[in-house]
């Protein structure tokens, strides 16, 4: 670092630092900051501090020049920090604002925050080095001109100080090995001291830098008299290389000029060409073959949307728009144009896209039209290629960042405009600590930084929607597919009749089978989609359709087998589970039984002909056989897909003519007030991929309960009809977004301790909750009641006050603490997203 960077008075160094830990801790630390990283300390770099029994990485978060008056601390319960770990800070002021609101905001500890916010495996490994220092090298010359002293083998001391003159520097341990010695010897403390050595630390940063290669690049000889003679081959090079930008790597270019290294380093000697370590980037879309860049002109109401989105991007002021646009209406095609403008303004662009959104085939897309300017962030990502798309967006060289949930945090500068596909997917919310809801971290980062939001959805939530109505987001709408392709027809095939004509359950309808047929015969392909979530944890009557209600929450009850009763997870309502349906009294209560697995094993025996994949968390977890899987029924190698949710989201396949829904039932019943809202967007979104092309599509949905009003709605593609309906529902029993909630967790090994603490913590947020701000509802037993080992209950909060509920719930867990509760087994989540 350079003294011009330094801070211009010696009196201003500042004495003590401000930090956060990455661990389960709220408060901040200080440390005493030695003279010689006065100077370098920044606020954002990382601080190396002794922490417990090691020494952990910390963040800086503040710089102090003194105690502040009236402190607790104690100047001498302070200790010293250990090292600076970076020169610059890696951590931008925009990064630590937003990470501090969201550590604020959601009750979560900032250091946690900060770590999600730098690329996994930044933190790795703490090295100490020793070195030797100008002084130390000096003295070994004068030590050694006074002549060799033949009587004395040197001393270990004079030969560790020669090993470090020989090799510059070590990694601690390596130098112990070398040294033959077990620990840290005194001589070398000694040496420090006497400031012949010094001692740094360093992370091993896993990422291991930057990845170098051979490349070659041609030299300019417009200046130079004389162009040396060449040989053919020689001439070839040059040839080759001035087809590809006169510079490109060594073995691409031996590769295509047919030639061999000496030729190349012939020329090299001769100052024709230079042979250099070119810095390569880990790409993750190296090999990957690039669409070819399409350019079309927008339909009206892309370009109007398009237009609205530019006017505000150009007064550099803060809006959020919701782009509502239904499946196949070009909305990725207005983010992309919107992103180009961005850069044009001299300003950079995000775009968050779900969890599972970023598939090869979007990722090619985005590479197409925006080349090197983009850093992608995805899971597949290996720590390397993550860190290496960080960097070249903290150092400017991308200014358009892509990336699931955590690139909200991506160091973006100058961020003009940031995008959320699909704003209403729940992998935004961070399911474990820290919880944070990624959308709406994203607009408070985009109101801080001044820029413009793009919320896009064909299935908006129940919220965003919400506010675009009462005028606080901009409505935009994309009401039409592009060319006016039809959206796929939807049917509804009612499974009590089925059931009723064959006398037993069976999984496909006839009605579905026969349309897998003739799909196939005309060489399209087909999507099949179970809806899994919360399988077999309700009762449903096979003859009425009917679930079983709790009283007082209008959510469906949870079936215990254990003890075969019905739960309510909101209020603690209990009964045992009927024999018979209490709407039809009819016998053939059950719960929902097949998996994926099952589902594909069925189809393969009645289809062996079809090429059928599966898609579902358990072939998931292998990222890259999903991937495969995509780009194999993109590209016609497959037939069939079957899976989860997952296969309804943002993928674009033109031949899927037929999509098929086993059971929608599940979800609808799932004891979740936005279960309604979930079924809605997921059988919207899976009827958006039939028909993309230019053929129709079609879209059946297998339900035992073909009145429901979101099935009636979904079949229509009436996303406002839907809506109407819900909303009412959600002010009627006070869901949100007329009340805010927070949700409570409370897990422990011993059950009876987590009863206990579920009544503590009940009983200090009665007392903090004196004016009655909000509704406190339970202790419950959690919906997954026991989970690794652990039991779990649950207390929500309600109220219509966003701060009041803030309020009650950090004084409880405050109340918590000092009761001397470990908070480490409570959670507190605020707007928590999936009640299960
Ligand atoms: P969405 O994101 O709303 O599902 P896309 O942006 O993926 O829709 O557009 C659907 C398809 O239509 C894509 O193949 C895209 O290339 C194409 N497309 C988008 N806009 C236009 C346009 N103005 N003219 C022609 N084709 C378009
Ligand atoms: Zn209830």
């Known amino acids: 670092m350079s003294a011009a960077a330094q801070p211009s008075s010696g009196l201003s160094l500042p004495q003590y630092a401000q ?27 990382r601080l190396l501090v002794p922490f417990g029994s090691k020494p952990t990485t910390a963040y800086i978060v503040a710089l102090l020049p003194a105690l502040e008056p009236g402190t607790s601390l104690v100047e001498t319960d302070i200790k010293d920090a250990e090292a600076l770990l970076d020169t610059e800070p890696l951590l931008t002021p925009e990064v630590l604002e937003i990470t501090r609101w969201v550590s604020d905001y959601y009750a979560a500890p900032w250091g946690e925050v900060l770590k999600a916010a730098l690329p996994a495996g930044i933190n790795a490994t703490v090295e100490q080095i020793v070195a030797i220092t100008e002084t130390g090298r000096a003295q070994l010359i004068e030590t050694a001109s006074d002549g060799p002293d033949e009587t004395n083998t040197p001393n270990a001391r004079t030969r560790g100080l020669q090993l470090l003159a020989a090799e510059g520097e070590f990694e601690i341990k390596t130098f112990c090995l070398r040294m033959a010695i077990a620990s840290v010897p005194k001589w070398l403390r000694d040496l420090e001291r006497e400031g012949l050595v010094q001692r740094t630390h360093r992370t091993r940063s896993e ?132 992103m180009r403008f961005a850069l044009q303004q001299g300003q950079s662009a995000m775009m968050l896209v779900p969890e599972i959104a970023l598939t090869p085939i979007l990722s090619r897309r985005l590479r197409a039209s925006f080349g090197d300017q983009i850093a992608l962030f995805h899971s597949t990502l290996t720590k390397g290629e993550r860190f290496d798309e960080w960097s070249r967006l903290k150092r400017g060289e991308a200014r358009i960042v892509i990336g699931t949930r955590s690139a909200v945090f991506a160091p973006a500068e100058n961020l003009g405009l940031i995008i959320i596909d699909e704003e209403h997917d729940t992998s935004y919310r961070q399911q474990d600590s820290p919880y944070y809801n990624a959308r709406d971290t994203a607009i408070v980062r985009a109101r801080k930084e001044s820029a413009v939001v793009v919320l896009g959805s064909a299935t908006p939530s129940l919220e965003s929607y919400h506010n675009a109505q009462a005028g606080k987001y901009q409505y935009l709408q994309l009401p039409e597919r592009i060319a006016s392709r039809p959206m796929a027809r939807t049917e509804l095939i009612d499974m009590r009749s089925v059931f009723a004509r064959r006398g037993k359950p069976v999984v496909f309808s006839d009605e579905l089978l026969a349309a897998i047929k003739d799909t196939h015969a005309r060489g399209e392909q087909s999507i099949i989609l179970l809806n899994r979530r919360g399988y077999s944890s309700f009762v449903l009557c096979r003859s ?50 097949e998996g994926t697995e099952q589902i594909e094993e069925q189809l393969r025996a009645r289809f062996p002909s079809l090429h059928i994949a599966r898609i579902d968390r358990d072939t998931t977890s292998r990222r890259r056989s999903f991937e495969q899987a995509l780009l194999d029924f993109s590209s ?37 007030f936005r279960s309604a809202e979930r079924t809605f967007q997921l059988l919207t979104q899976v009827a958006g991929r039939a028909g993309r092309g230019d053929l129709a599509g079609r879209v059946l949905i297998q339900t035992y309960h073909p009145d429901h009003y979101v099935l009636r709605h979904a079949c229509a593609q009436d996303y406002s009809g839907f809506y109407e309906e819900e909303i009412r529902y959600r002010r009627n029993h006070s869901y949100p977004p007329f009340v805010s909630l927070a949700l409570l967790l409370i897990h422990d090994e011993d059950q009876r301790r987590v009863q206990a603490n579920a009544l503590e913590l009940k009983r200090a947020l009665v007392e903090a909750n004196q004016d009655r701000i909000c509704r406190i509802l339970g202790p419950a037993p959690a919906p997954l009641a026991r989970l690794r080992g652990e039991h779990r209950m649950q207390i929500l909060i309600k109220s219509r006050s966003r701060k009041g509920l803030r309020r009650v719930a950090e004084a409880a867990m405050r109340k918590a603490e000092n009761l001397g509760l470990d908070l480490r087994s409570i959670n507190l989540e605020i707007d928590p997203v999936n009640m299960l």
């Open 636 to 672: 016609g190698k497959l037939d069939m897909l079957v899976g989860t949710q997952m296969l309804a989201k943002g993928h674009d396949f033109p031949n899927v003519t037929l999509v098929g829904v086993i059971s929608v039932d599940a979800g609808l019943a799932l004891p979740d």
């Open 207 to 338: 990422p291991a830098g930057t990845k170098t290669r051979k490349a070659v690049r041609h030299l300019d000889h417009e200046t130079s008299a004389a162009t040396p003679k060449l040989s053919a081959a020689q001439q070839r090079v040059i040839t080759t290389l001035a087809a590809n930008g006169n510079n490109m790597p060594l073995a691409r270019l031996l590769a295509l000029s047919e030639t061999s290294a000496p030729t190349v380093r012939g020329l090299a000697k001769k100052k024709v060409v230079e042979i250099f370590d070119d810095e390569v980037r880990r790409d993750p879309l190296e090999s990957a073959d690039l669409p070819a860049h399409q350019q079309f002109s927008l339909t009206t109401p892309q370009g109007e949307a398009l237009l609205a989105i530019e006017e505000q991007m150009k007064q550099r002021r803060f809006a959020t728009f919701l782009l509502h646009g239904v499946t196949g209406s070009g909305k990725t095609e207005v983010y992309l144009r919107a």
């Open 19 to 45: 930090v956060a830990v990455p661990l389960h801790l709220t408060q901040t630390f200080t440390y005493r900051l030695p003279a010689a990283l006065q100077p370098h300390a920044r606020v954002g770099s």
């Open 544 to 593: 009425c359709g009917e679930s079983i209600h709790c009283p007082n929450c209008d959510v469906t009850l949870t079936y215990h087998r254990s003890d075969r009763t019905l739960v309510c997870h909101y209020c603690n309502h209990r009964q045992p589970a009927p024999s018979e349906c209490p709407t039809c009294n009819g016998k053939y209560i059950y719960y929902v039984g």
